[in-house]
């Protein structure tokens, strides 16, 4: 009887406003559908950020420790200039440790 009641509910509900009720169908078939796929293992291995660069940029020679100095170099560009530039933001990073 309760699930009666729901689906008699639906038409109601897709008799008066019948772009909702194509809408609510849609999203109900979609997601018998999805519900019907087969979730596939999925498999990855960590790559060290210095191989990753060799491999993409091959003519590049940069050492995990340069790449660390420079983005340090530029946190504190970042915090030097955005409280003038965007003091919004800064409240922001503030309020999440950045």
Known sequence: MNKLSKYLSLIKFSFFQPKHGVELFQTYRQT???SKQTILPHEHSAMEIEKCLKSLFPELDTKK???LDQTKKLDIIREEHT?????????IWKNYGY
Request: aromatic share 6%; no cysteine; net charge negative.
């Open 83 to 91: 409280p003038t530039i965007f003091p919004e933001l800064d409240l």
């Open 32 to 34: 018998n559908e999805d």
């Open 65 to 67: 420790d340069n790449l």
